[in-house]
C-alpha cells in the first residue's frame, strides 16, 4: 500500500476516485496544407483547436478494491458526459471512449484501469476570456483568507499566554530572521517589515490570534511591493527558495508524522502554537508564490533597466519557467502532505492551485518554445511586418499581443516573439 500511495495522486471520474500513475494528452490544432501551381510556398489553413484526448493509467487499491473497482465500471457504463477531476489539468467535463479495459491483481490486492477521454464539442473552442492568471489570483486570496482563518482556529491563545516567550525566542523568530535574511525580502523591500515583527514578537503574540494573522499577512503581502518588481521569474524562485528551509516545517511535519502513528501522543499546547505559527507563515508565503506566478512572461516580466522597454520573453527562459513550476508545484504538493488529509478545508484549493499552477506555466513555456526571436530591420508598422513574415495581414493582433506592443504602427528594432508558423 506504501509503495503505491508514494507515487500515485488522486483523481476522480463521475464522483468514483481512483489513483493516477501515468496520463497522457493529445492537443494542438487543426490545419490543412494547401499547395498552388507556380507558387513555392504552400499556405496552411487553420481550422481550429483540435479536440483534446486524454489517456490515464488509474488503479483502485485497498481492503474494498473490488467494490470500488466495481463503481467505477458502472459509471464508465453510464450514457452522457461526466466530470473527471485530472490530478495535473484540474475539473474536466470529458466523454469516456473506446473500451476501457481493467485488470485485477489479487494478490496485490488491486485493479487496474486503462481509460480513455475526450473533450465533449462545447469546450471545443472555450471563451477568450478564460484565464488561468486570473483563477490563480483568486486561489492565491483564497490561501490568504483560509491562512488567517485557521489560525485563529489553531493557536490557543489563553492556553499559550504562559509559553509566548518560549515561542518568541524560538521558531517564531527563527521563521521571521529566515524571512529577514532572505533574497525574498530584498526583492519585495520587505526587510524592515520583517525587522519589525522580530522587534515585537513577544508583545504581538499576546493579542488575539485573528489581529496576528492580519498583521503577518500586511506585513509579508506582496501586494503593495509588486509594481515594483520587473523581474518576476527571480522574484518567483527567491520565493519557492525561502520556502524550501526547513524552518517552515519543523514542528509541524513533527506533528503531522506524530498523528499518523496507531497510537499518537497528544501535542502539547507549545507544540500546538509552534506550528500554528509556522503554518500561518509558510501558507502566507504560498499565497504570494502564487500570486507571482500569474506575472511571470508577461509585459510586467522583465530584467531590463530600461523602465520604457517592452517585455519580451526570449527562447532561453523556457527552462526556467519550466523550472519554477516544477518548484512551485513541489512546494503545494508537500503542503498537500503536512495538512495529512484531504478532509481538511484548504485541501481541495491546495490541489487546485496545482493543477491551476501546472497549466498556467506549461502553456506558456509551450507557447513560447513554438517561437523565434526576430529584430526588425526598422521601425515598421505591425501589419506590414505581419505580411513580411506570414503573407498574411491578418496576423497583425497576434504580433501585437504577443510582444505587448503600445503603438502598432511603430514596432521598435528589438528583439520580437514572433511565431515559428
Known amino acids: 500500500m506504501s509503495f503505491f500511495s508514494k507515487r500515485l495522486r488522486k483523481a476522480s471520474f463521475k464522483g468514483v476516485s481512483f489513483e493516477v500513475e501515468s496520463s497522457g494528452l493529445t492537443f494542438g490544432r487543426r490545419t490543412v496544407t494547401h499547395e498552388y501551381p507556380q507558387r513555392d510556398k504552400p499556405?496552411?489553413?487553420d481550422l481550429g483547436k483540435a479536440t483534446r484526448t486524454f489517456t490515464l493509467q488509474g488503479f483502485v487499491i485497498g481492503d474494498d478494491y473490488i467494490a470500488h473497482a466495481k463503481r467505477l465500471i458502472k459509471v464508465f457504463e453510464e450514457?452522457?458526459?461526466?466530470?473527471?477531476?485530472?490530478?495535473?489539468?484540474?475539473?474536466?467535463?470529458?466523454?469516456?471512449?473506446?473500451?476501457?479495459?481493467?485488470?485485477?491483481?489479487?494478490?496485490?490486492?488491486?485493479?487496474?484501469?486503462?481509460m480513455t477521454f475526450l473533450e465533449p464539442g462545447e469546450l471545443e473552442n472555450p471563451g477568450i476570456a478564460q484565464s488561468w492568471g486570473s483563477e490563480l489570483r483568486q486561489l492565491a486570496d483564497d490561501?490568504?483568507?483560509?491562512a488567517c482563518e485557521n489560525f485563529g482556529i489553531n493557536f490557543d491563545i489563553d492556553n499559550a499566554l504562559g509559553l509566548v516567550s518560549d515561542i518568541a525566542a524560538g521558531s517564531y523568530q527563527d521563521i521571521l530572521g529566515c524571512l529577514g535574511d532572505s533574497k525574498f525580502a530584498r526583492v519585495f523591500e520587505l526587510g524592515d517589515a520583517v525587522s519589525d515583527l522580530i522587534d515585537t514578537a513577544v508583545t504581538d503574540l499576546e493579542k488575539p490570534a485573528g489581529q496576528i494573522a492580519d498583521?503577518?499577512?500586511?506585513?509579508l503581502g506582496i501586494a503593495n511591493a509588486a509594481s515594483s518588481i520587473r523581474n518576476w521569474r527571480d522574484s518567483v524562485a527567491?520565493?519557492?527558495?525561502?520556502?524550501?528551509?526547513?524552518?517552515?516545517?519543523?514542528?509541524?511535519a513533527q506533528l503531522t508524522a506524530a498523528a499518523a502513528d496507531d497510537f499518537p501522543a497528544p501535542a502539547t499546547v507549545q507544540e500546538t502554537a509552534e506550528s500554528s505559527l509556522?503554518?500561518?507563515?509558510?501558507?502566507?508565503?504560498?499565497?504570494n508564490m502564487l500570486g507571482a506566478v500569474t506575472l511571470i512572461g508577461t509585459t510586467q516580466d522583465t530584467d531590463s533597466a530600461d523602465e520604457t522597454e517592452e517585455t519580451v520573453t526570449t527562447a532561453k527562459d523556457v527552462d526556467k519557467i519550466i523550472e519554477i513550476r516544477n518548484q512551485s508545484l513541489s512546494i503545494l504538493e508537500r503542503e498537500m502532505m503536512l495538512l495529512g488529509t484531504d478532509d481538511d478545508a484548504l485541501y481541495p484549493t491546495l490541489q487546485t492551485a496545482y493543477s491551476a499552477?501546472?497549466?498556467?506555466?506549461?502553456?506558456?513555456?509551450?507557447?513560447?518554445?513554438a517561437s523565434v526571436e526576430f529584430t526588425p530591420p526598422t521601425v515598421m508598422p505591425a501589419l506590414v511586418l505581419a505580411y513580411d513574415r506570414y503573407e498574411d495581414a491578418n496576423r497583425e493582433p497576434e504580433i501585437v499581443k504577443r510582444n505587448g506592443i503600445t503603438h502598432p504602427l511603430f514596432m521598435p528594432v528589438k528583439a520580437l516573439r514572433l511565431s515559428k508558423n
Open 43 to 45: 499556405y496552411v489553413e
Open 79 to 114: 450514457n452522457g458526459p461526466g466530470t473527471l477531476v485530472h490530478p495535473w489539468l484540474g475539473k474536466l467535463t470529458v466523454h469516456a471512449i473506446d473500451t476501457p479495459s481493467v485488470t485485477w491483481d489479487l494478490s496485490l490486492g488491486y485493479a487496474r484501469f486503462t
Open 143 to 146: 490561501i490568504y483568507t483560509a
Open 215 to 219: 498583521e503577518v499577512l500586511a506585513a
Open 238 to 252: 527567491s520565493i519557492t527558495d525561502v520556502l524550501k528551509d526547513n524552518a517552515f516545517t519543523r514542528q509541524t
Open 278 to 287: 509556522e503554518t500561518l507563515t509558510r501558507q502566507i508565503m504560498i499565497g
Open 357 to 369: 499552477v501546472y497549466r498556467d506555466l506549461t502553456e506558456r513555456a509551450l507557447e513560447f518554445n
